[in-house]
C-alpha cells in the first residue's frame, strides 16, 4: 500500500484537470490518495502551504510518491528538503524553478521559487524523479522546466502541444502519467 499525495498548483484546487481521476484510478490499486486544498491566489506562500500539509506528514513514509503539477512541483522539493527519510517517487508536470515572467503568477509563486534549493538534499530524499514538459505551454517557460530536470538529474519527458496538462488543454486524463506512477510502485 502506497500513499500518493497530489499538488495542484497556482489558482487550482483538488477538483480540477486530471487530478480526480488519477486518484480515482490510483485507489482501484490499493494506494492510498492525498490531494490537499491549498489557499491560493490569497495567501498563498510556502509558509501557509507548509502549514496545510502539516496533518499529512504522518503519512509519508518510503513508498510515499509526490506528484506536483506546476508551481505544486517547487512545494514538493520544499517538502523533500526537509524530510528525514526517502520516498520512492517524485512526478513533475510542467514544474518550475524561478520566475515565469508572468507578473501575476509571480507575485503568488515568490516565496516556493525565489529561495536556494538544498539540491543534494532532495535528491538524496527521492529514488525517483520523473519531468514532464510541454513545447507549447503557456505558463511553465520550457528552459525552466528543463533546468528543473537538469537540477534533479534526471531526463525531461517532454510531451508536444500539452500546454500546460490542463483541462483546457484535454488532460481530464493522462494515463501516460498513471502508467509511470503504477511502474513505479512496482519498482
Known amino acids: 500500500m502506497a500513499e500518493v499525495f497530489i499538488i495542484h498548483g ?4 483538488p477538483g ?18 492525498y490531494v490537499p486544498h491549498f489557499p491560493t491566489p490569497e495567501k498563498q506562500s510556502l509558509e501557509n502551504w507548509m502549514k496545510v500539509f502539516e496533518k499529512y506528514d504522518r503519512y509519508i513514509n518510503e513508498k510515499s510518491i509526490f506528484v506536483g503539477h506546476s508551481i505544486g512541483a517547487a512545494f514538493i522539493l520544499a517538502v523533500l528538503e526537509k524530510l528525514k527519510n526517502p520516498v520512492k517517487a517524485s ?18 509563486n ?8 538544498n539540491w543534494e538534499k532532495i535528491r538524496r530524499n527521492c529514488r525517483q ?8 505551454d503557456p505558463y511553465a517557460p520550457l528552459d ?14 517532454l510531451i508536444r502541444r500539452a500546454g500546460h496538462f ?6 481530464s ?11 513505479s510502485l512496482k519498482q
Open 10 to 13: 497556482s489558482y487550482g484546487n
Open 16 to 33: 480540477e484537470n486530471w487530478f480526480p481521476w488519477l486518484k480515482a484510478e490510483l485507489e482501484k490499486h490499493d494506494c492510498w490518495v
Open 91 to 108: 512526478f513533475f508536470v510542467a514544474g518550475f524553478v524561478g520566475k515565469l515572467g508572468i507578473v501575476h503568477f509571480d507575485k503568488v
Open 110 to 117: 515568490t516565496s516556493f521559487v525565489e529561495r536556494e534549493f
Open 129 to 136: 524523479f520523473h519531468v514532464y514538459a510541454s513545447d507549447n
Open 144 to 157: 525552466r522546466t528543463k533546468e528543473l530536470a537538469d537540477r534533479l538529474g534526471t531526463p525531461l519527458n
Open 166 to 171: 490542463n483541462k483546457s488543454y484535454g488532460y
Open 173 to 183: 486524463r493522462f494515463e501516460l502519467l498513471l502508467n509511470e506512477i503504477l511502474k
